[in-house]
């Protein structure tokens, strides 16, 4: 039986071996998330907010991470009070990863749930994160578990009090995927418009003039860590 808990000093060393399963086995730029862990635990300040590592336990073993940021490149991309307007708003899964020998048990899926209760608690509306063009069983994984995955270059749109916002990959080989986390919301595909739209149980957000910027590939050096 595993519990979850926020990653504490002492699981650097785990949390590094998985974060690089995650990134399909390199860590360049994850030193810094490593030492945070070390020196302060899972909740480390960066850019924009903070960023949360919750680790999956077996028997005092950390079989599972997930390591969620606020979207620190796209944010970045705004003046300062409407970046720290935005950043409550989604949550990006930077990485994700359950040790091989404990897969397919539902680790994966209860990490993904304790960010989107993050995303919940926060009061913001997205899950977000990016996938591998080509990456079909994790496309699968994420989209059964009530993800969107983004075409290539197709936006994911949400209304702002300043107008309809949108995020999208920035053509470098990965896919943008979101789930709507608050209740009576979804996302829905509008090929119309060709982009994923968020709308909630009182109405559907205006879609003219639609603002649309990109976020990089997941790195951990991205994040900002320290
Ligand atoms: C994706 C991953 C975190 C799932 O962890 P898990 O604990 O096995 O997840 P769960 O037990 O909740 O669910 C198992 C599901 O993963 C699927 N799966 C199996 N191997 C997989 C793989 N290599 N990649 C993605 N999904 C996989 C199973 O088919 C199963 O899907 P289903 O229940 O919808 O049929 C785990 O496979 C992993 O660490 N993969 C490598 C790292 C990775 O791809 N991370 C995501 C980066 S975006």
Known sequence: MSSLRIAAPGDGRAVSRLASI???GTLEGGAPLIEAIERQGGVVPIRFGQGSCIVAESEGHVIGM????????????????????LAP?????????????????????????AVEELVRKQRGYLAIGKVQAGAFATMRF??????????????IVFGTGRGPLGISDVDD???LFAKAVQPGTKLSRDPQNNCIFLTT????????????KGTPRPTLSSSRVG
């Open 22 to 24: 995650s990134l399909g």
């Open 66 to 85: 997930v390591y969620a940021v606020p979207p620190v490149d796209w944010l970045g991309t705004f003046p300062s009070d409407r970046a720290a307007a």
């Open 89 to 113: 708003r989604i949550l990006q899964i930077e990485l994700l990863a359950v040790d091989p020998d404990h897969r397919e048990t539902g680790i994966g899926q209860r990490l993904l749930e």
């Open 142 to 155: 994420y989209r059964r578990r009530g993800y969107s995955i983004a075409g290539r270059g197709e936006p």
């Open 173 to 175: 080989g990965y896919h």
């Open 201 to 212: 149980a009182q109405h559907s957000l205006d879609r003219g003039g639609v603002e649309v």
